[in-house]
C-alpha cells in the first residue's frame, strides 16, 4: 500500500526502490493501460534524471547514480550511442575495444551500477539520439554511401540498423525488468516530428526490430506536444513530450493526443547547451523551479534533461544549423562542456538546483522509500601551472601518417582508409607541391566544412580566428567561395597545406553533411588545382603518445603547432580544470587522450580534467593550438566564461 505524503516514518523502515516494486515476485512491467503508470501492479510516479554513461568517467558512474537517487529520484535515464559503439562498420565496442573511448562503453555495467543503485532505467536506444552528439550519435561511415537515406526505410540504412541492432538489442533485453533488471521502458527513435522525415512505417520496422530481439518493455516515442502526433503511431507507441516552459499547456495537449493515459514528459530541460562564440545559457534557479513544480503538480511524470551533463570528450561534440541544409550555411559548433547548467554540474558537483530538485521530489512523491546519504562533492585542485617544454611543427608529424593520393580534394569520409570506413574525427590536410606567382589568389569553392588553415611552406597565411567575429571572414563555412591572396613574391615548388577541421558533424536534421574540403575544387590563379596528398590527422592515442618533440618551445611561435608540458602529480590524482584563456584556438590532449576543444572567442576558457585520466607521476600534457601558444598551460578548480 502507498505511503501517504504526510506520513511521518523512521528512515531505517523504509523499503528500497526494489523491494517496494518487487516484493512478492516480478508479475509485470510497466504498465499505461490506465490513466496512469504502474509498475508491476503497483502505482508509481516516474521521476527520471538523465545521466550518459557516454559522457562520464565509469570511474564516476557510481557517484552520479547515487546522487541521483539521494535526490530523490527512482529512475535514471540514457541515450545509446551507435557512432561510439560501432565505429567501424561490423566493429563493436562495448568496453572491451581497442578505441579511444572504450573505457566509457561498459552499458551492461552502467545499468548494472544503475540497479546496484536502487534506480530503474529508461533507455533511449536510436538509432539516432540527437543528444547535441556528433551527428546525432550515428556513426560517420554511413556517409560514405551516397545513396543511403537515414531516418527512413531505406533499404541499405535499415540493413545497417538491424545488424547493429542484433548486436545491441540482446544485451538490453537481458537487463529489462520483467527479466530481473532496471530497464522498464525504451524509446523508439529521438523526436521523430522533427526529423524532417515523414516514413513513419520506419517507426513500424524499428519497433519490430525490438519485439524481434526480444523486446517486451514499454515502447514510448518523445516530441514536443504542440507539434501533434506527426512524430509517433497512437496505436504503437506510448507518447511522451519534451519541453522547458508552458507546462501546463504542453501537458494539456498531450492529454488531448493521448487521452486515458499517464502523462509523461521526457525531456524537461534543466538548462542549455552552449556554442562556440556565443554567449553562454544560464537558466535561472526560479525558472528552473517553477517549471519542475508546475509538471510534478499537474501531475506527470518527468524525466530531467540533464540531471548530469558530462562531457562531449575527444572530437564527440554536436552541431547546428538553423537552415537544415548541407552546406553549413548557418553552421554553429557546440563546445565541449556539456554541464548543461543541470543541478548536479560537469564535475558531479552539486547546485542550488539539485537541492531545489531534491525539495520538490520530496513535496510531490507520495510513494516514500529508502534513500541514500548524499555523497560528498568531489576534490578538485588548481594544480601548479605546466611550463611548455616541446614543440612539433604539424608537417613535421606527417611522415608519420599515411596519405592518399586524390586527383580532386574529397571530404574526410571518402578518404580509403581505417578499413574503409573513411576518416570520422579530427582534422584533414590538403597538400600540394606548386609554383605560386606574386599576389597569387587562393580560392576554395562552396563553404569550407568547418574551419581551415592555409599555410605555405608553413607559414601560416590565413587569418587567425579567436573571435566571435572571426567566424564571419575567410576560414569558416560561414563564407562561401572564399579567397585568400597566398604571397607577395614568387614562389618555386611552394608546398601549400589546406588543414580542415571537423568542429563536429550537426546533430539534428542535417544528414549528408561531409567534412572537410568537398563542395568544389581549389583554385590558384583561377586554375583549378588537382593531385591532392591527403593526410588523415585524427590525433588517436596511440599515434599522439608516439609522437617525438625534439624541439625546444619558441616562443611567438605562430601557426597550427603541437606543444608539450608535463604535469607531475604527487599522490592519488584529483579534478581539476584546464584553463586555456591565454591560448587561441585548439584541443588539448591528456596522455594521449583528447580531452576536448579550447577557443577564446568562448563562452568558455576551460575543458573539465577529472582525475581517472590522471595518474600519479609524470602525465603528457599536449596542446593542438592552431594560432598563437602560450607559455604555461594553468589549471582552475572551476570552469571560466569570457564577458561577452
Not at 141 to 157: A, F, G, I, M
Not at 194 to 218: A, F
Amino acid at each position: 500500500m502507498a505511503l501517504s505524503a504526510g506520513m511521518s516514518v523512521s528512515p531505517t523502515a523504509l523499503p528500497t526502490n526494489y523491494e517496494y516494486y518487487t516484493s512478492g515476485g516480478v508479475k509485470s512491467g510497466l504498465s499505461v493501460d490506465q490513466p496512469y503508470f504502474t509498475l508491476n501492479d503497483k502505482n508509481i510516479s516516474l521521476y527520471s534524471g538523465a545521466v550518459h554513461y557516454f559522457r562520464v568517467p565509469r570511474a564516476y558512474w557510481r557517484d552520479r547514480l547515487r546522487k541521483l537517487r539521494a535526490a530523490g529520484f527512482n529512475t535514471v535515464e540514457t541515450y545509446v550511442p551507435w557512432n561510439l559503439h560501432e565505429p567501424r562498420s561490423g566493429e563493436y565496442d562495448f568496453g572491451d575495444g581497442n578505441n579511444d573511448m572504450s573505457d566509457f562503453l561498459h552499458l551492461e555495467e552502467f545499468l548494472k551500477t544503475a540497479q546496484e543503485e536502487d534506480l530503474f532505467a529508461i533507455v533511449r536506444s536510436g538509432p539516432f539520439i540527437c543528444a547535441e552528439f556528433e551527428f546525432g550519435g550515428f556513426p560517420s561511415w554511413l556517409l560514405r554511401e551516397d545513396d543511403l537515406e537515414v531516418r527512413t526505410t531505406n533499404s541499405k540504412y535499415m540493413n545497417y540498423v538491424t545488424r547493429y541492432f542484433n548486436i545491441l538489442l540482446p544485451i538490453l533485453a537481458a537487463l529489462q525488468f520483467t527479466n530481473g533488471g532496471p530497464i522498464m521502458m525504451f524509446q523508439v527513435e529521438n523526436e521523430y516530428a522533427v526529423s524532417g522525415k515523414k516514413d513513419l512505417e520506419y517507426l513500424k520496422q524499428l519497433r519490430q526490430l525490438m519485439l524481434d530481439n526480444g523486446i517486451k518493455e514499454l515502447l514510448a516515442t518523445s516530441d514536443n506536444p504542440i507539434r501533434g502526433a506527426g512524430g509517433t503511431i497512437r496505436s504503437l507507441f506510448f507518447m511522451t513530450g519534451n519541453f522547458n516552459k508552458d507546462a501546463t499547456k504542453n501537458l494539456d495537449q498531450l492529454k488531448a493526443l493521448q487521452p486515458n493515459k499517464p502523462l509523461m514528459t521526457m525531456e524537461f530541460w534543466s538548462g542549455w547547451f552552449d556554442f562556440w562564440g556565443n554567449r553562454h545559457n544560464n537558466a535561472t534557479l526560479d525558472d528552473f523551479k517553477n517549471v519542475y513544480e508546475e509538471i510534478l503538480k499537474y501531475p506527470s511524470s518527468v524525466n530531467m534533461y540533464m540531471f548530469h551533463g558530462g562531457t562531449n570528450f575527444g572530437f564527440l561534440n554536436g552541431a547546428e544549423n538553423l537552415k537544415f541544409d548541407d552546406l553549413e550555411t548557418d553552421y554553429r559548433s557546440i563546445i565541449s562542456s556539456y554541464d548543461y547548467g543541470a543541478p548536479l554540474d560537469e564535475s558531479g558537483a552539486y547546485t542550488d538546483k539539485y537541492y531545489a530538485t531534491k525539495d520538490l521530489l520530496e513535496k510531490y512523491n507520495p510513494i516514500k522509500t529508502l534513500l541514500p546519504a548524499m555523497p560528498p562533492s568531489p576534490e578538485k585542485i588548481a594544480y601548479l601551472a605546466v611550463t611548455i617544454q616541446k614543440q612539433l611543427r604539424i608537417e613535421d608529424t606527417l611522415a608519420s601518417i599515411p596519405n592518399v593520393y586524390s586527383k580532386n580534394v574529397i571530404a574526410m569520409e571518402k578518404l580509403d582508409i581505417n578499413n574503409n570506413n573513411g576518416q570520422s574525427f579530427g582534422y584533414t590536410v590538403y597538400r600540394k607541391v606548386l609554383d605560386i606567382p606574386a599576389g597569387a589568389v587562393l580560392k576554395i569553392e562552396g563553404r569550407v566544412c568547418d574551419t581551415v588553415m592555409v599555410l605555405v611552406n608553413g607559414q601560416l597565411v590565413s587569418p587567425w580566428i579567436s573571435r566571435s567575429v572571426d567566424l564571419n571572414s575567410f576560414g569558416t563555412s560561414r563564407v562561401a567561395n572564399g579567397t585568400l591572396v597566398l604571397t607577395n613574391n614568387t614562389l618555386q615548388g611552394a608546398t601549400l597545406d589546406l588543414i580542415v577541421e571537423n568542429w563536429g558533424r550537426v546533430n539534428v536534421r542535417v544528414y549528408k553533411q561531409l567534412k572537410g574540403l568537398w563542395q568544389g575544387g581549389v583554385l590558384v590563379n583561377d586554375q583549378y588545382i588537382y593531385d591532392w596528398q591527403i593526410y588523415p590527422l585524427e590525433f588517436k592515442k596511440s599515434w599522439t603518445n608516439s609522437l617525438n618533440f625534439q624541439t625546444t618551445y619558441i616562443k611567438n611561435t605562430a601557426g597550427p603547432v603541437l606543444y608539450q608540458g608535463i604535469l607531475n602529480i604527487k599522490g592519488n590524482p584529483k579534478d581539476t580544470f584546464v584553463n586555456m584563456q591565454n591560448w587561441t584556438k585548439g584541443i588539448v590532449i591528456v596522455n594521449g587522450f583528447v580531452l576536448g576543444r579550447y577557443a577564446r572567442m568562448g563562452p568558455i576558457q576551460t575543458l573539465y580534467l577529472p582525475a581517472p585520466l590522471l595518474k600519479e607521476g609524470d602525465n603528457s600534457i599536449v596542446v593542438f593550438e592552431h594560432f598563437k601558444a602560450d607559455g604555461e598551460i594553468h589549471f582552475t578548480t572551476g570552469h571560466i566564461y569570457a564577458n561577452h
